[in-house]
């Protein structure tokens, strides 16, 4: 998994920056995704807080945000000394394999997606904000953008289908590696 972990950094860094929109909360996040990971054992988000030097609601709040990338795992345990139960949150290899299926197969669908779209009908866009128009949409809106009015440009479907159809390959290329754990 290894030259994939960089990759997971970057994507776990951007995802949480977006979501929380605050850097502080980015830099966190990779540094329990990195605590966790070479740790190789499951740990108290207690602990998280002592080792990384956040507090306590924000760690938990990366916490979670990874668990709901489905990036790290949980287990709840009752402590009887605090009387109460506790989380133990990992990231294993296995957890990063199956975020790594899950995100190579949702970029695989939107790009299928894509290459049907291309192949079905003509597409126009906007060379200043992209945003795609079916030749229906073009026509409604007299060949302009709706949001800036500029003319917009008509896509030749081969030369893109072409780039697609390689960035296809070297996914599947990366799900077959990922899948068969031959990193």
Known sequence: MQPYIELVRRYVYRRILIEFGDDELGKLAVAIFNTLLSRGEAMTDDKLTSIVG??????????????????ASVVEEFNEAAGRIEQSWSIKDEDIRRFLINLIGGVLDKV??????????????????FKRYSEDDALMYDYKCPLDRTPLEYINPADYLTVLGAVEARLKKMMESVSKGSV
């Open 54 to 71: 956040y507090n306590a609601i924000d760690v938990r709040r990366i916490l979670q945000a990874l668990y709901n990338m489905r990036l």
């Open 112 to 129: 299928g997606v894509l290459m049907q779209q291309l192949t079905n009908t003509p597409i126009y866009i906007c060379p200043k904000c």
